[in-house]
């Protein structure tokens, strides 16, 4: 009934098994992981090999799941150096390794674009498949980072592992106003005086969306991501220019750009994208440094951008425990490992088994720091 096969590169999809996916989400649907593949951002010497999964019913396509082998663990966000490091010491390898997942982006999501609902045997036919291709490529195992629905994964027999971000949740804003009235005193006149701060240093803020967004935006925005990252990395970034060129100009419509001017000019950018429910924070750079510039154009623009437009959740990117004080509150996200050598899985099960009852532990601290009147 069902079949497979692995795909190493989504532009040979015909335009009606295109039709049948859907990612539900700006990162998981095929415009953004095409972007990827064409801008170069994987592929061959970057460690992220497509490797794609398609899953057939009676010759049609109901299912991808966007994979990828991978040589190195960087651009995950589900940390697994010290798996490797312990095969190592083992004289194993522990790559290649395959991962579903949307690479450089730890954000929740759809992690099989279908257009119709998935079955618990479609979820059974899956798993059979990559186990045996983990068997027949020599994979350490395989591995599916942040996914939304967990019902049919659990049913798997995969391990579970668990990690913390902070979203912020609309409680039915009307304004922003209405956001820091929910806040103590404290915490309200804190982020006041953060705004302050940035209005005195004479800032202006402008968003641009969709057909807004020309190419001196776009690349004005580039040019403050790249600059921040080779500050801070000594790289210019996993996306380079082309690949945001691409998205601009099939995904504009979910995408937008709020950038801070001095005297005319652009000195910082961020760049987001939504759905229908959800305001995602991606990117960021800045030329000069301003003081709570970045608090400004990551957190506070976009909650003010998610109440005008009346989303009830912000995803401003994984980590960040400073997030808390400004109203972004814990939550659990997700992975399922499977892997093959017995006495590493049994090892690192029992790994997760207590890095559970930590990542529990530590949500219920960050929520008590929450700056909410009634915590």
């Not at 497979?4 to 990162?27: V, W």
């Not at 960050?366 to 915590?375: G, H, R, T, V």
């Amino acid at each position: 009934m069902y079949q497979h096969r692995f795909l190493t590169g989504l532009s040979t999809l015909t335009q009606i098994e295109r039709a049948t996916l859907s990612g539900q989400s700006p990162f998981s649907s095929i415009q953004w992981l095409e972007a990827l593949e064409l801008s170069g951002c994987v592929g061959e010497d970057t460690g992220w090999l497509p490797y794609h999964l398609l899953v057939y019913r009676d010759s049609k396509l109901v299912a991808l799941l966007p994979g990828y082998i991978k040589l190195h663990s960087y651009g995950e966000y589900v940390f697994d150096w010290a798996w490797a490091e312990a095969y190592e010491r083992h004289q194993l390898a522990y790559y290649p390794k395959w991962i579903c997942a949307i690479p450089f982006t730890p954000v929740v999501g759809s992690r099989v674009l279908s257009d119709e609902p998935l079955s618990d045997a479609v979820y059974d036919y899956v798993t059979q498949a990559l186990h045996q291709e983990a068997q027949h490529q020599h994979w350490s195992g395989w591995h599916i980072n942040f996914p939304a629905h967990r019902a049919s994964l659990q049913k798997q027999s995969l391990m579970e592992r668990h990690g913390v971000q902070f979203h912020w949740k609309n409680q039915h804003y009307r304004h922003f106003d209405d956001f820091l009235n929910a806040l103590t005193s404290r915490k309200r006149k804190a982020i006041k005086k953060e705004r302050k701060a940035v209005i005195s240093q004479a800032l202006t803020i402008r968003w641009y969306q969709g057909a807004e967004i020309t190419d001196e935006i776009r690349q004005a925005f580039y040019q403050c991501y790249a600059t921040t990252y080779l500050k801070r990395s000594g790289h210019q970034g996993y996306l380079n220019e082309a690949f945001f060129r691409q998205i601009c100009d099939t995904m504009g419509d979910q995408i937008a750009i709020v950038c801070a001017f001095q005297q005319g000019e652009i000195v910082a950018a961020s760049l987001y994208l939504y759905d229908q429910h959800t305001l995602y924070g991606r990117y960021w750079g800045a030329l000069q440094s301003h003081t709570h510039l970045h608090f400004e154009l990551c957190y506070y623009q976009g909650i003010e951008y998610a109440i005008r437009h009346g989303l009830t959740r912000f995803d401003a990117g994984a980590q960040g425990e400073h997030k808390l004080a400004r109203g972004f509150e814990p939550v659990f996200t997700y992975s399922y490992h499977h892997i093959r050598h017995p006495d590493f899985a049994l090892a690192i099960d029992d790994y997760l088994t207590r890095e559970r009852v930590h990542m529990a532990h530590y949500l219920n601290q960050c929520a008590e720091l929450l700056p909410f009147k009634d915590q």
